[in-house]
Structure formats: structure tokens, C-alpha cells
């Protein structure tokens, strides 16, 4: 799993890391990520996201927008920043399922 440090372009990355943490605000593409995520909120509950055709994850929080609410707030997206190029008549399918664990 590569970080895209600046996503607008993906020209910055970092190396993979098993386990990503955020003490504050945070908005991260991640490029080849697993096809399985595990979301710990520090509290003992655990929600494993998992996922179909998806090759990237996005993390975010609304920091600059909530700041209020910012430090319980975290979003996890399955992403694909690659194109996906379709003929006529062709289709693509990405599934996500969200479970608690």
C-alpha cells in the first residue's frame, strides 16, 4: 500500500505501513491498498471493510470543515484513481461490504 502524499497529482509517496494512525486531521489516498481494511476505533470495536475491484482506499476526516466533531469523525472510501475505460456496452463492477468484527 502506497500513500499518495498529494492526491490532486499522486506525485508524493510514502512506503507501505501495516497500520495507519491520525492524531489530528488526515487526508490520504492510499494506491494498492488490501482488499480488506481493518477500522479500529480505540474504543474495543473493529469494522472490517472489504472490497471487489476497488485497488485504492481514500481516508479523510472533515477537520477544517467540523472542527468539533473532527476527533470522532474518520471516513474510510474503497477508491479506483485509475481509469476505468469502458467500450460500448461494457461494464465494471466494484462491491464494498462494511461489517462489524
Known sequence: MVYAAE?????????????????GFVDCIYLGAPSELILDNGLGDKIAISNSSWSDAVLWNPH????????????????????????????????????LV
Open 7 to 23: 492526491h490532486k497529482f499522486l506525485s508524493h509517496s510514502i512506503p507501505y505501513r501495516e497500520e495507519v494512525t491520525f492524531p
Open 64 to 99: 477544517l470543515q467540523m472542527e468539533a466533531c473532527y476527533k470522532d469523525f474518520v471516513c474510510v472510501e474503497n477508491a479506483k484513481i485509475e481509469t476505468v475505460q469502458l467500450e460500448p456496452k461494457q461494464s465494471w463492477v466494484a462491491e464494498q461490504k462494511i461489517e
